[in-house]
């Protein structure tokens, strides 16, 4: 059983239904588990083309899901092959949209494989499909890149020119940020450029290894162009940080927030070690002093909020932040403590964390759903069945219940001490230009 064949009708309408029912789960899951998500470019892939889309991957298998949830459109991908061993796995995740691809630490006789497993790819492609590749092959938490595989160039060559896909076919970048691993990190998807493969058939046709070579080099330089990176990878926790700030920034321009980003990595990896740490000491300062004070740096970066609309929610809003937060806490609880005691890679907390929340949130739903139904309670049913709903609005009191506590002491701060409130301004412009 290879996974590759011809499947019946009946055998589609199975996959579209499960990937429909995971879609919707991790849709959900993701909506709590994540508090903004923003989606820049995602309309560059609506017109139904084929495309290998070739995105960094900072966190795990979590990566290629949010990229198939939120950008409209079912996108296949590779996944390390071991874990497709057992037959009930392979057709569950086959089902999924993934693709089994094997390295050298799955063993020298599984290489053998990947023929099968580039062919699978080719095959979606040329069927109008989109095709997710993390070109540079692992994931992890650096934003330092990576040099990229030559599998994606291989797969879109051969693809393009020996199955006459030319014209249709093209390579997508896309960009993942996270501005940080755990509950409550705010996702950033970035589509970006897009470079056509025209230009390279003679040097296919005549030398098909140096194409493979080039394009790859030139994938790699069209993607370094548009995702968020930092040469020096060892500096990310510093660039995260900063970027959470330039966040605030540029809450309605999110474009302006990519290339903002963008500054900052690269102005950090050009600082010298010396002036790095003195920016170091200077962002840590920063954030001591808004600690101690009680304070948020939003209320350094936008406009006042309207106090009085804050309050009006936070009091309409409260008997949903209790019933969510009554419902949701085992739950919840229960997530973040296995992902604690079993993950030892960071890149791979976010995954665990989320995945587990998904399932124990759906167990927890379930049965709870089934107790009062066969109990007789429609009220705690109906109530149970809109508790997901229950769990925004908790998730959304308590983010608001903090910014309105941050800026009642921002406010009262600078009635009392204006010229702290003066010297924070200025600490935090410094910072943000980076630049030393």
Partial sequence: MDGYEPFTPFFYYLVAMLYRFGWTLMWVTFRIF????????????????????????PAS?????????????????????????????????????????????????????????????????????????????????????????????????????????ADHLCIQTVALNYSHHGFGANLFIRVGDTLELGGYETAYRDFPAQAVNKLTADMQALFEKN???????????????????????????????????????????????????????????????????GLDDMSFSTSAINMNSNMFFLIAALPFY????????????????????TVTRIDFYTSVYNGVLGFMGLLWWLSWQLFFWFAGQKILFLLMFLSPAFCFAALEWIDCSARQKAEIHFKALLKKDAVFIEQMKQIRKEIMCVKL
Avoid at 34 to 57: C, M
Avoid at 240 to 254: I, L, P, T
Avoid at 327 to 341: L, V
Wanted: proline share 3%; glycine share 6%.
């Fill in 61 to 165: 298998f979590l990566d290629a899901m949010v990229l198939a949830v939120f950008l409209g459109r079912p996108i296949h991908f590779y996944v390390r092959g071991d874990i497709f061993s057992h037959p009930l796995v392979y057709r569950i995740l086959t089902r999924l949209h993934m693709i089994p691809i094997f390295s050298r630490e799955h063993g020298t006789g599984n290489l053998s494989k990947n023929k099968a497993t580039f062919d699978r790819g080719r095959k979606l492609l040329s069927a109008g499909n989109l095709l997710l590749i993390f070109p540079e092959g692992f994931s992890r938490q650096s934003k330092q890149a990576e040099p990229f595989k030559k599998g994606a160039a291989r797969v879109a060559l051969q693809t393009a020119f020996d199955d006459g896909k």
């Fill in 322 to 341: 209790l019933l969510g937060t009554i419902i949701w806490w085992i739950p919840g609880k229960i997530s973040k403590w296995i992902a604690d005691k």
């Fill in 34 to 57: 994540f508090r903004k998500i923003d989606v820049l470019g995602a309309e560059k892939l609506q017109h139904g083309k084929p495309a290998i889309l070739i995105a960094n991957h």
């Fill in 227 to 293: 995702v968020i990176h930092v040469s020096k990878g060892e500096r990310t926790e510093t660039a995260e940080a900063v970027m959470r700030m330039a966040y605030h920034d540029h809450a309605e321009n999110k474009e302006e927030y990519f290339w903002a980003s963008r500054n900052i990595c690269e102005s950090l990896a050009d600082m010298s070690d010396y002036n790095y740490e003195v920016y170091q000491e200077k962002l840590l300062q920063y954030h001591q002093k808004l600690h101690l004070h």
